[in-house]
């Protein structure tokens, strides 16, 4: 089951306020940025680059990091992309409660999972 329609708008709001907070200057964007997406009950942030070799214009999504929402336990799982192209649970912080916490924890990246 899918997270509330007002806490989808709510995470929507969140996200995107961490992600205009993050991004990088406008004349930068058209060669690195960052966007999301909620899909379900989890919410994935991820950069957004040209492809390397690839058609002008065309652009790649490298991903960042994942939360999804545990429902029945009332806690967001944190994970994180490795060089495997797999999510794996995030060990300093595997749960969070909120989603204030797990934007913050990735904006923190302190051990370099998320942004490197």
Sequence with gaps: MAISEFETKRCEQLV????DKRRPPPDIRPELDLGYRIQGQSVEIFEIRPVWRGAPGEKMEQPVAKTTFVKSRG??????????LK????QPASEVRRIEDF???VDRDEFGCFYG
């Design 103 to 105: 934007l913050e924890l």
């Design 75 to 84: 806690v967001w799982k944190v994970f994180w992309q490795r060089a495997d």
């Design 16 to 19: 995107k306020r961490y992600i």
């Design 87 to 90: 999510w794996h649970s995030y």
